[in-house]
Nanobody, 124 residues
Framework: QVQLIESGGGLVLAGGSLRISCRAS????????MGWFRQAPGTEREFVVGISCRGVSTDYADSVKGRFTISRDNAKNTVYLQMDSLKPEDTAIYYC?????????????????WGQGTQVTVSS
């Protein structure tokens, strides 16, 4: 079992940057793909980006491609999401999740452990 803790959310102006982190407090992430999802009020939780277990491959949603960068440090059991050129529509609660598999996948059903979420608010 893996327990995930997100941190680093906050309030930022449009065009600004923010980095959020996801650390496993229990368990190891090295054999698991990791994903970031987000959920804005009144919407479904949506896939943002995924990274394979060794960090070799990544998959970005079109809405964040070129602006967000995912990375991981397996020695620290931590995954990062660097968010640049933020837009008001990026405002949401961001959740990290660990997958049952090594290859990243966009399907929520592929992820079996979820963090509690961290709020990211982008003001215009």
């Amino acid at each position: 079992q893996v327990q995930l803790i997100e941190s680093g959310g906050g309030l930022v102006l449009a065009g600004g940057s923010l980095r959020i982190s996801c650390r496993a407090s229990v368990g190891t992430l090295s054999s698991r793909a990791m994903g970031w999802f987000r959920q804005a009020p009144g919407t479904e939780r949506e896939f943002v980006v995924g990274i394979s277990c060794r960090g070799v491959s990544t998959d970005y949603a079109d809405s964040v491609k070129g602006r967000f960068t995912i990375s991981r440090d397996n020695a620290k059991n931590t995954v990062y999401l660097q968010m640049d050129s933020l837009k008001p529509e990026d405002t949401a609660i961001y959740y990290c999740a660990s997958s049952l598999w090594c290859n990243a996948n966009r399907a929520r059903s592929s992820y079996d452990n979820w963090g509690q979420g961290t709020q990211v608010t982008v003001s215009s």
